[in-house]
């Protein structure tokens, strides 16, 4: 009796210790959250407060937020594989994905038919993409969806005498507003949102893009092992639903499909290096 209990008790023991040592870990250590802070005030650190509590209490983690002022700086962060989340727009999404082996979690929340134009003065003669030729233009950040790469991709063949970088879409829209630029691209709601902020300029859509672009993600670091990644995963699922509505995601949402997108970024990203030298020519 007494060897027949010992060996249940045995097998007892070992089949719980297996249990135990399948369940993913606590992550142990610092997770750094991405995020592009276009205005760059303090109010998303209230924003991400709650979630980040809740985030470093179910994992064991220290949680830390880092917030870029905009694409450009994001684009670096990723290159350095320093963040362990990042809650990216479109543009960057497909980057982080492509290039930097980052695994898409969730969708952000956001306009379901958000599409790239081309925007210009009311006075502005010009009807059609193909007269930008000779022009100069204001573009959006590196890793920007409707203010980089899909503008770039439609001016594909065309010759320009300038792009202006804008660092946010408003400044892209003052560009125009002020002569400097002959058209600039942002994203409709962009317009919607900044076009009547600035003074008495009227503007025109000069053209849209057909394609719309799919919801940004929140994405999970190649630094990650995947017991861990399973393990947030499943803890950003369980999120109360106020608090992933806070930072912007969507807990039982399905992962958009970002196959053109990144067709797009691999396109822009053969003629990049053609954006230094003057005129550009975009072939």
Not at 45 to 52: C, S
Not at 98 to 111: C, D, E, K, S, T
Request: one cysteine or more; hydrophobic letters at 45%; charged letters at 15%.
């Amino acid at each position: 009796m007494y060897l027949r209990f010992s060996r249940r008790l045995f097998l007892f023991h070992l089949l719980g210790f297996t249990f135990v040592a399948c369940q993913p870990k606590p992550f142990e250590g610092t997770i750094t959250i991405g995020v592009i802070n276009y205005g760059g005030g303090e109010q998303i650190i209230n924003q991400y407060a709650k979630f980040n509590s809740y985030l470093g209490e179910k994992t064991n983690a220290y949680i830390q937020l880092e917030p870029v002022f905009n694409e450009n700086r994001a684009v670096e962060r990723l290159e350095a594989r320093a963040w362990s989340l990042v809650f990216a727009p479109p543009g960057l999404a497909a980057i982080a994905i492509a290039r930097h082996q980052y695994v898409p979690l969730f969708p952000l929340i956001g306009i379901s038919n958000l599409r790239s134009i081309f925007v210009v003065r009311k006075d502005n003669p010009i009807t059609e993409l193909k007269q930008l030729q000779g022009q100069i233009i204001a573009l959006g950040q590196l890793g920007s969806a409707t203010g980089y790469y899909l503008p770039l991709y439609n001016l594909y063949g065309i010759t320009l005498a300038d792009i202006l970088f804008a660092p946010t879409p408003k400044a892209a829209l003052e560009l125009v507003a002020q002569g400097k630029a002959a058209a600039c691209a942002v994203s409709e709601a962009e317009l919607s949102l900044y076009g009547s902020q600035l003074g008495q300029t009227e503007f025109r859509i000069l053209f849209k893009d057909p394609h719309y672009v799919p919801l940004g993600m929140v994405l999970i670091g190649p630094n990650i092992e995947l017991n861990r990644q399973e393990f947030i995963r499943k803890v950003m699922s369980d999120v109360p639903s106020g608090l992933a509505e806070e930072v912007g995601y969507v807990p039982n949402g399905q992962v958009p499909n970002y196959k053109y997108m990144i067709s797009v970024v691999d396109r822009v990203s053969s003629i990049s290096s053609k954006l230094q030298t003057k005129p550009i020519r975009l072939f």
